[in-house]
């Protein structure tokens, strides 16, 4: 129960600045209607307690499977195992995702169920599982992250050429969406354990960093091909403002559930299949720790389930006409200006940022401090949000008008920053665009889009995530090149007192 209610705790401060935001604009510029206003704080609850849940069963039980998966490729010393596991794991992961289903959904809900919500799960995590062998592999034999980004990024920008640019948009969100908080604490563990092949016993610290970053690219690689394959020319899409009382506050949960247990129930067998015929013969756990992670996939499905309602029943649903009602005042600034407040208490909300800011911390012994980073972070996804706002209101700017010179410049940092920095950076894109960004804020940017005359949800709804994914690969190199002088500086003045 302690531990559940940390969890509550996080998961709360999570969501209620949202809620705060959104109660405050209902009694001043965008009013919502009682029944909507119910379902929404409604799924707020479903959201915070999902969320606790399901937080703690991947601490009990899938962050343990990763764990144990690692140590089992490091006891193997094989790489076909690397590759085999890899595969495996990496599409049965992000098939489980919730951000990833989330997304999808919207995908589905917004193109009519021309883009299908499990088309767009299966190919991402086929992604998800050819990168993240890549990535491992990476490790094992010690290539250069920063050669790797730049190849990848490299392919993603070639293939962007031909690619539509709906597509484009949904990819990047993709990417963003799948490294949630299923599929990161996983990975890395994969990660640690994989280290441990390398000849050299000393895994540097740098290894425990990038490979989040390396797997967040199969998402974009593969939808994309999947556009390219599909011809995505003709997709449009719209959302639909839902204006009246219907009288059915809490009909859209009971609905909801039975759907959604269906969904994650399948979604979460093939990970306990994995561990019900591994447990002995390549984890041999004893009948507690088979307990506990028994324990943790339910708690994992329940957390699911609940989560999942509450963001399909209700959240999402005001996030929608919260977005398209001040995008309908016809004022700019205030559309841009809620943006940027959405962007700053999402980031200042988001429990695994508190996480990263006091790894970088420690790791550059307190040079850095978890203020500065926090505080950049908070004001670069913002802004991130804000400039969204900016390309639904103008025509002409696309999506690539941003990823393009952000990336570019993300990518030269790569070769400037401390090694670590790049790791830490890369891996800190998924932490950013977490539950609050693949729901409320997705949902906000689709209204707006579908608000504003000569916006197109599918062009300018999505892409969102990508922002705000993109943001703290720029952020945090610039911290490590500042730690990088810093260290010099420090250096030079030890060696004048010395001398």
Known sequence: MRILLY????????????VILVLILNFTISPIEADQLIRFLTGALFIIL?????????????????????????????????????????FFISVAEPDLHILAGQIDKVTSGTVAKWNIVIIVSFGIAVLLSAGLLRIVYNFGLHKMLTILYGIIFAIAIFASPEFIAISFDASGATTGALTVPFILALAVGVSALKRDSQASEKDSFGLVAIVSTGPIISVMIMSLIIGAEDISGSVDIVAGDDGSIFHPFMYKMPVMAYEVFFALLPILLVFLILRKRAFKLGKQQTKDILLGIVYSFVGLVLLLTGVNAGFMEVGTIVGFQIASLENDFLLIGTGFLLGLLTILAE???????????????????RKTVMGALAIGVGISVALSMIRILVPELDLWHYLLPGYIIAVILTYIVPKLFVGIAFDSGGVASGPMTATFILAFAQGAAEGIPGADVMLDGFGIIAMVALTPLIT????????????????????????
Request: glycine share 12%; hydrophobic share 45%; proline share 2%.
């Open 476 to 499: 945090l190199q610039i911290l490590g090149i500042i730690y990088k002088i810093k260290t010099r500086k420090g250096g030079s003045e030890n060696g004048s007192e010395n001398q």
């Open 351 to 369: 429990p695994a940022v508190y996480v990263l800011t006091d790894q970088i911390e420690n790791v550059t012994s307190g040079y850095v401090k």
């Open 50 to 90: 999902g969320l606790s849940i399901f937080l703690m069963g991947v601490d009990l039980g899938i962050d343990q499977i990763g764990q144990h998966m690692g140590d089992a490729i490091a006891r193997s010393n094989k790489l076909i195992v690397v590759i085999i596991v890899g595969l495996l794991l990496g």
């Open 7 to 18: 969890k509550f705790k996080d998961s709360a401060f999570s969501v209620m600045p949202i």
